[in-house]
């Protein structure tokens, strides 16, 4: 007998992997050139150029049992002194190497977090637009995923319908920001206030209520804006962090988990991570990526292109008529599709080879993301063929 539960996964892949194999299916007609992909968030501009020197230092002077053995189960700890020293001096914290537990990025991160938290039958309260895999994260820990639902004029957190939806049951809150699929930034305005019902709530149910923060595209900010940093608000806030974007990396699969020294649990949570890490198949990202990314760890690509596309996308979406909140950060746009239906919308995107994702999957139907992380000549290219079929379908 086959596992069921996955099987019937298989009814509900990706939307966002099913469009870009769409894509590519049509490039090999047409040209990969005249495809305008918006689908995938796969970082465009190359890693900085240290991380590359960095890893060829690295292969020519390591002993290769050090780069290539295995790592410790909770990593590598000159590797874990070095995130937590970073942290530290960026953000006024006080981690030390126990708090930090290296991971094959944000999605590792997220699920080791999840199984340390959380029980069969818990929920986890997350905010539309949320990323679908969400959904596969938390439910097959045996946690329950619920979603408030979104702030339409903003996108910040909409705390009227979260403090109705918040209950005994709730294990665990998680947020992502810079906000994927919206670009927004949560405010320290809006970062406070959560703080606060966290606390409150905490102190009425008599347990802890986590704070499990999504953070790989913490360094993806701007019009020299900063994200705030979320552990600086909440006490048992669990940072996951990848740097598959900030150093556009995300076929290496390195990232880490950071538990809030001021968590009384923090020392335990990492020490329980190892022991996750026997169930899922874990075991430790590679040693030669957790040594290289330790010695760049606050160097990033050039996001002057991602800022550059979005500018250029914002100011032709709005001058068509499009409703859409100016991204904060990330390498995504969230406009309002121009029918209720986006799903359709996007199919008719497609006969112009416009690759749009709808938003149904995120939480917000009617929306629908472009992730502009593509060369800045194809978006160029993009806009008059957007406006082509605005005009056409839709008379815009």
């Not at 049992?65 to 970073?86: D, F, N, Q, R």
């Not at 080791?112 to 895999?133: I, M, N, Q, S, Y």
């Amino acid at each position: 007998m086959i596992a069921e539960q996955y099987r019937e996964m298989l009814g509900a892949k990706s939307v966002i992997r099913t469009l870009a194999e769409k894509a590519a299916e049509r490039a090999k007609v047409i040209g990969r050139e005249n495809v305008f992909d918006y689908s995938l968030g796969n970082p465009s501009v190359p890693a900085p150029q240290c991380f590359t020197d960095v890893m060829i230092r690295l292969l020519k002077e390591k002993d290769p049992m050090e780069l290539h053995g295995y790592s410790p189960t909770l990593g590598i700890p000159s590797v874990k002194e070095k995130i937590a020293k970073s942290l530290n001096e960026r953000f006024g914290m006080n981690y030390g190497p126990e708090h930090i537990f290296p991971t094959s990025a944000a999605a590792s991160a997220l699920s080791h977090a999840l199984r340390a938290v959380t029980a069969p039958g818990d929920e986890v309260l997350t905010f539309a637009p949320f990323f679908p895999e969400y959904h596969p994260y938390v439910d097959l820990t045996g946690a329950v995923l619920k979603v408030v639902p979104a702030d339409m004029k903003a996108f910040q957190i909409n705390f009227e319908a979260f403090e109705t939806m918040l209950n005994e049951k709730t294990a665990a809150v998680l947020i992502n920001t810079p906000n994927n699929p919206s670009g927004v930034v949560y405010s320290a305005q809006t970062l406070t206030k959560l703080a606060e019902v966290l606390t409150k709530k905490s102190g009425e149910y008599g347990h802890d209520i986590f704070l499990i923060s999504d953070e790989p595209y913490r360094e993806i900010v701007f019009d020299k804006k900063q994200q705030p940093y979320v552990s600086k608000f909440y006490a048992n806030t669990i940072s996951c962090y990848s740097f598959s974007k900030a150093l556009s990396l995300p076929g290496e699969r390195i990232g880490y988990l950071a538990v809030n020294p001021a968590c009384p649990d923090a020392a335990t949570i990492v020490n329980m991570c190892g022991q996750i890490s026997r169930g899922i198949g874990h075991n430790c990202p590679t040693s030669l990526l957790q040594l290289a990314v330790a010695e760049v760890l606050d160097q990033t690509s050039d996001f002057g292109i991602y800022e550059k596309n979005r500018n250029l996308l914002y100011e032709c979406l709005t001058d068509i008529g499009f409703e859409v909140v100016k991204p904060d950060g990330t390498f995504y746009i969230f406009p309002k599709a121009l029918e209720e239906d986006a799903v359709a919308f996007c199919q008719k995107a497609l006969e112009y080879d416009l690759v749009l994702v709808p938003a149904d999957t995120f939480g917000c139907p009617g929306y629908f993301r472009m992730a502009y992380c593509i060369d800045t000549e194809k978006v160029e290219r993009s806009l008059p063929v957007l406006r082509k079929f605005a005009k056409e379908v839709y008379g815009k």
